[in-house]
């Protein structure tokens, strides 16, 4: 193999290596916005943009059921939670219809740890 093959090589398996670098190589907030692609097609993070469910832009640490323009199911605009880590991993990690009973949300959808504690650092990121 000649230098100029050899170079070619090299910077091809870079290239490779680079490209699939593992998700804990990305910061985790990053890493959250990739996650949330599972989210998009019912979310939007726009303020004031709602799609079938209310945007996500403002979330953290806003009360339940209070996002301006949007209709909520009782059993949410009730429950008294307010978005913080802990209601957001518990809402995420299970079927949301067991946190807070009559909600309107389906989300069945079983994420990594990893991808929780991801989702919820770019929800955090979504404030004005």
Known sequence: MNIKNFVVVCVC??????????????????QGQEVFRLCEA???VEPGV????P???GVY???AGTQEG?????ALANSGIDW?????????????KNLVPGTRMQWRTQLSEEQLQALIAYLKTLQD
């Open 13 to 30: 398996s870079v290239l490779v290596v680079t490209s699939s670098q593992t998700f804990a190589d990305e910061p985790l907030a990053l």
């Open 42 to 44: 019912c979310h939007s």
């Open 50 to 53: 709602h799609i079938f469910g």
């Open 55 to 57: 945007t996500l832009h």
């Open 61 to 63: 640490a806003r009360r």
């Open 70 to 74: 949007y209709s909520y199911s009782q």
């Open 84 to 96: 913080n880590e802990s209601y957001l991993h518990r809402w995420l990690a299970s079927d949301s």
